[in-house]
């Protein structure tokens, strides 16, 4: 579900197209998937919210409710504690998807290591603990950002300066982001867990 072509800045729009989408859903065996599912889902009982967001939420479970057993819907959310209490009931499966593990982490660097054509200047296990606790759409845009700062640097820079530079910038990260925590009596990593419903 793109939610930049669902949700709209008039009163009613977002409900009308949401309508839509499951109208199409009806009429066809398919799976609907609904990333960040806080976005549509949010609680109703929360006082800053408008209106809008409430009669959202409600059309939202009403169209639910209404799909034929050959239609599926699954949803994703980073922070399953903004989801309505009626949301949650909507969904028979339920699935907390735990941070990779080191082993995981290891592999998956070693993995993104073969795939280059050239040394990464540190073994995989070394940036798997480098990179601490991430979660692994962390360790990816990590992955990601290696290769692609190297294209940027247009050879004038080695891909083991760029992994040194971009290992130093998360450690930087990783402490500012457990001082937040600290300021704020949170648990580190906490918001980087990912729940399927």
């Known amino acids: 579900m793109r939610y930049e072509a669902l949700i709209g800045s008039f009163l009613g729009e977002t409900a009308s197209r949401l309508k839509r989408v499951f109208d199409y859903a009806r009429t066809t065996p398919c799976v609907l998937f609904f990333d ?3 976005a549509v889902g949010k609680e109703r009982g929360e006082v800053h919210e408008t209106g809008e967001i409430k009669r ?37 499966v339920r699935l907390a998807l735990d941070p990779p593990t080191p082993k995981n982490l290891t592999a998956y660097v070693a993995r993104f ?30 992955c990601r950002d ?34 937040g925590d600290r300021l704020h009596g949170g648990v580190p990593g906490a918001a980087d867990s990912n729940f399927g419903i």
């Open 56 to 92: 959202v939420v409600s059309s939202l479970l009403m169209q639910v409710d209404d799909l034929p057993s050959y239609t599926v819907v699954a949803a994703a959310t980073n922070h399953p504690e903004l989801l309505d209490r009626a949301a949650w009931r909507r969904f028979q």
């Open 146 to 179: 290696v290769p692609g700062r190297s294209v940027l640097a247009a050879g004038e820079k080695t891909l083991e300066a760029i992994v040194a530079e971009r290992l130093t910038f998360w450690r930087d990260r990783l402490r500012a982001s457990a001082d």
């Open 36 to 38: 960040e599912f806080d």
């Open 113 to 142: 290591a073969k795939s280059l054509d050239e040394p990464l200047g540190r073994k995989p296990d070394t940036i798997a603990k480098r990179l601490g606790a991430v979660s692994c759409a962390e360790a990816e845009e990590f």
